[in-house]
C-alpha cells in the first residue's frame, strides 16, 4: 500500500486523531464566530483557538471521562477547559449542542472522503479511458444471459464502464452544495441561545469550515448522510460490475483478460498452477459491505420530534466504516484499471467457439431483406439449432439450404459469417465516448 493510496488517505481521515482535531477545530470556530458579533470577548477566542490541538489532550483520560460520564461532548468539554487559560475554558461550545459539534464534525469527515473518492473516481476513468481506446477495435464476444450473443470490441465493453464511472463523478459534484453543511442551531434547532444574532453566527462558522449554510436545522434530517451513503453504495456497485466482469473473464475456459498479478503470487496452497482472481473477490465482498452500510444509514433516517438517539447510536461508526472500506475498494479499483491484462488473441479465438452460430444474427437480417424477417428468423433458427444440438458446421447447414442458397453464394454466406463484419459501431461508439469523456473532464 502506497503512501498515497485511498486507503491509507481515508484511515488517516477517520483516525481517532483526526476525529478529535475536527471537533476542536468545530469549537475553535464557534468561538471565534461568537467573537464577531461580540458575543464572546475576542481573548477568549484567541485562547479557545490557541489550544484546540488534538497533541494537548490526553486521551486515554478522555476515555476515563466517557465510561464515567457516559456523554463524549461533556468528557471531551471536561477534558479540555483546564487547558484554557483565564476563563477562557467557560465560553466552549457555549450556546451549542452535541450534535451541532458532532453532525458537524460528521461532515467534515465526509466532505474528505468525498474528495479523496472524485481524484480516485478520476483516476480509474482516465485509465479505463486509455484502455477504451487501445482496445476500440479489439474483438470479442459479447454475451448476454451469460451466453455467447454477438460481436462487439473490448473497447466498447470498457467505455460503457467509464461512462458509468463519469455519472459517479457528474454525481459527485452535485451532490457537494447539498450534503456539506455545517450544523448549529441549539438544543432544538431554534438558535434560541443565540438570539438574533444565531444566522450570522452560523454563517461565520460555516464558511471558517469551508461548509455550506443549511436552510434549517437538520437534528431529525438524516437525508443528507443517507445521500451521501447510498451516492457511495452505488459507485460501489459499479466497481463490483466491474470486477465481476473481470472474475468471468478470468475463467479458465474463457481467458480473455487477467486481473493485476506479478510473479511470486500464490493463489492456492495446495494446486501450484492457480491464479485465483483474488482482486475481483476482495472488491465484490467490499462493494456488498458497503451496500448494506448505506441501507443502515437509510433506516435511521426516521427520527422522531426534533432529536433522538436511536440514529446516533451506530450512524457515525457505520458511515466511517463505510468510507474505510470504500478507500480500500477504490485503490483495489485503481490497480484494476491501471494494471489489468488484455488477451485480445484469446478474445478472438473464443469468437469461433460457436463455429458461425455466433452470427445468426446477422444472416437473419440479410435474409429478411428478401424473404421478411418473422420467416428468415424461423428457417436459421432451425439450422442454429441443429447446429448447436448435434455440432454440425452452421455454415454447411445454410449452403444446404435451397431457399438460402438461391439467393446467397457461399462467398455471401462466409461474409456474413465473419466476426468482424458485424460488430456494428462498437469502434466509434468506444472512441466517441472516450472523447466525450475527455472533454468533460476538462470541466470538471
Not at 463455429?355 to 431483406?369: D, R
Request: charged share 25%; hydrophobic share 45%.
Amino acid at each position: 500500500m502506497t503512501p498515497d493510496t485511498p486507503e491509507k488517505v481515508m484511515n488517516q481521515v477517520f483516525s481517532e486523531q483526526a476525529c478529535f482535531q475536527r471537533w476542536l477545530d468545530i469549537e475553535a470556530s464557534l468561538a471565534r464566530a461568537q467573537a464577531s458579533v461580540g458575543m464572546i470577548p475576542q481573548e477568549v477566542a484567541d485562547e479557545i483557538s490557541r489550544k484546540a490541538k488534538v497533541e494537548l489532550l490526553d486521551l486515554n483520560e478522555f476515555r476515563r471521562l466517557f465510561q464515567q460520564i457516559a456523554h463524549p461532548m461533556v468528557a471531551l468539554l471536561r477534558l479540555f477547559r483546564p487547558l484554557t487559560e483565564g476563563n477562557a475554558g467557560e465560553y466552549v461550545h457555549l450556546g451549542a449542542t452535541t450534535q451541532d459539534t458532532m453532525d458537524t464534525g460528521t461532515v467534515l469527515a465526509l466532505k474528505n472522503a468525498h474528495e479523496i473518492t472524485y481524484h480516485s473516481l478520476r483516476r480509474i476513468e482516465d485509465d479505463l479511458l486509455t484502455m477504451a481506446e487501445k482496445h476500440a477495435d479489439t474483438i470479442m464476444v459479447g454475451r448476454t444471459h451469460s451466453v455467447q450473443a454477438l460481436p462487439i470490441t473490448f473497447g466498447y465493453k470498457v467505455a460503457i464502464w467509464a461512462r458509468e464511472i463519469r455519472r459517479h463523478i457528474q454525481r459527485l459534484k452535485e451532490c457537494r452544495e447539498r450534503i456539506f453543511v455545517a450544523q448549529l442551531s441549539g438544543a432544538v434547532g431554534t438558535m434560541a441561545a443565540f438570539g438574533q444574532k444565531g444566522p450570522e453566527i452560523m454563517e461565520l462558522f460555516a464558511k471558517d469550515l469551508g461548509l455550506g449554510v443549511p436552510d434549517i436545522a437538520w437534528h431529525a434530517s438524516r437525508d443528507r448522510l443517507a445521500e451521501f451513503a447510498n451516492l457511495m453504495a452505488i459507485i460501489a456497485a459499479t466497481l463490483w460490475r466491474i470486477a465481476q466482469e473481470v472474475y468471468l473473464l478470468m475463467a479458465a475456459e474463457v481467458g480473455e483478460v487477467c486481473e493485476p498479478w506479478q510473479k511470486g503470487f500464490v493463489g492456492s496452497s495446495t494446486m501450484p498452477h492457480k491464479i485465483n482472481p483474488q482482486i475481483s473477490e476482495q472488491m465484490i465482498s467490499m462493494a456488498r459491505k458497503v451496500r448494506y452500510h448505506a441501507s443502515l444509514i437509510t433506516e435511521v433516517m426516521v427520527v422522531d420530534h426534533e432529536r433522538n438517539l436511536e440514529h446516533f447510536v451506530g450512524e457515525r461508526e457505520t458511515l466511517e466504516e463505510l468510507c474505510r472500506i470504500m478507500g480500500s475498494l477504490l485503490t483495489y479499483g485503481e490497480n484494476m484499471a491501471k494494471n489489468m491484462t488484455v488477451y485480445p488473441e484469446r478474445m478472438r479465438k473464443n469468437l469461433d467457439i460457436l463455429q458461425g452460430v455466433l452470427l445468426s444474427e446477422a444472416v437473419m437480417i440479410e435474409l429478411g431483406k428478401i424473404i421478411g424477417k418473422q420467416t428468415a428468423h424461423e428457417a436459421v433458427y432451425e439450422h442454429a439449432m441443429k447446429a448447436l444440438q448435434e455440432g454440425s458446421s452452421f455454415r454447411d447447414l445454410l449452403l444446404a439450404d435451397s431457399m438460402i442458397n438461391k439467393h446467397f453464394t457461399e462467398a455471401d454466406i462466409d461474409r456474413m459469417l465473419e466476426p468482424e463484419e458485424y460488430i456494428g459501431l462498437a469502434p466509434r461508439m468506444a472512441r466517441d465516448m472516450v472523447a466525450l469523456s475527455r472533454q468533460q473532464r476538462e470541466k470538471d
